[in-house]
């Protein structure tokens, strides 16, 4: 695909800002911006723009940016057929592109999956809720369903057993970054394949009550940890996030909860199924703090339970 043809880009997060930005580093002509909309943020509710909108106002970057609440407006789809795309680039927009727009141009997604495992909308986070040893991204032609168009490209990347999400969010990004400039530089002689329909796994929109955790498990309730590290976080029944913790073995039997050590700067935690460290914790409503001045505060001791 020569340079000089025209680029329509769509997507929010830094994910997305590092492919773009990828992009304008290789002289690429991105004609236009389309983003979601600006979002009330904090307990102050202050109109926060994307990350990607972001990026282009702090770079003092010229081009259009649209932020249209739904692609499905008529208004949206003159836009981009008026903008005459070559091609429309889709890095986590975070709206289904309707068969109208998919029409105008080639669209090309970046999904931070190995499709057609996690097609949906947390891919990431459920390769680190499955423990999975690899991911990656892959380039695709969207067509009109849920991340199941062909596939152009795949680039893979092992994960490390201590790898949490925000992490993983970067090393995806710069890896997905390098494959939409490999795709574009060889469009032309790239052979879609099919996916493998009988290996498709999907993953739903992370949902704050999904960091509930209960010390069944401590292999799980670490998978979780890593997955949801900033938001929603993992945390208790009593509202307590824990903020910073690690695995500590897997195998031995406990009640789930029980405070089993207290160390100068971590208190060791028994689940059902193993044990876990916490360094940090999070009361609700509070700062954050290291989990021995917390269980000081609580008087709690060694056979007490931290939910």
Avoid at 18 to 34: G, M, S
Avoid at 102 to 118: E, G, M, R, T, V
Wanted: hydrophobic share 35%; proline share 5%; net charge positive.
């Amino acid at each position: 695909m020569h340079k000089k043809q025209r680029i329509v880009f769509m997507g929010t997060p830094d994910y997305a800002t590092t492919i773009f930005q990828e992009l304008l580093e290789n002289d690429y002509n991105i004609v236009a911006l389309f983003t979601q909309p600006d979002k009330p943020v904090g307990r102050k509710q202050e109109l926060t723009p994307p990350h990607i909108k972001k990026f282009c106002l702090e770079n003092g970057l010229s081009l259009p940016i649209c932020q249209p609440n739904s692609l499905k407006d008529k208004s949206a789809i003159e836009n981009i057929e008026g903008l005459n795309p070559d091609i429309i680039i889709v890095a986590a927009y975070g709206q289904i592109l309707p068969r109208n727009i998919l029409d105008i141009a080639p669209c090309i997604n970046l999904h931070a999956s190995l499709l057609p495992s996690y097609r949906g909308a947390s891919p990431i986070q459920q390769s680190l809720l499955n423990d999975d040893k690899f991911t990656g991204v892959t380039a695709m032609n969207m067509d009109v369903g849920l991340d199941s168009g062909d596939i152009l490209g795949y680039k893979y990347i092992k994960i490390d057993k201590d790898t949490v999400v925000a992490e993983l969010f970067d090393k995806l990004s710069i890896v997905a970054a390098k494959l939409t400039i490999e795709i574009l530089q060889n469009f032309e002689k790239i052979k879609p394949k099919k996916q493998n329909i009988s290996l498709v796994s999907h993953c739903k929109k992370v949902n704050k009550k999904d960091g509930l955790v209960d010390f069944k498990d401590a292999k799980t309730t670490y998978n979780k940890y890593r997955a949801y590290k900033t938001w929603p976080d993992i945390y208790l029944e009593n509202k307590l996030k824990i903020k910073t913790c690690e695995l500590v073995e897997t195998e031995s039997i406990n009640k789930a909860g029980e405070i089993i050590a207290i160390e100068k700067k971590y208190i060791i935690v028994g689940c059902q199924k193993g044990t876990i460290k916490i360094i940090d914790v999070q009361p609700e409503s509070k700062k954050q703090m290291g989990v021995v001045d917390y269980i000081r505060g609580a008087r709690l001791e060694i056979g007490d339970s931290i939910s």
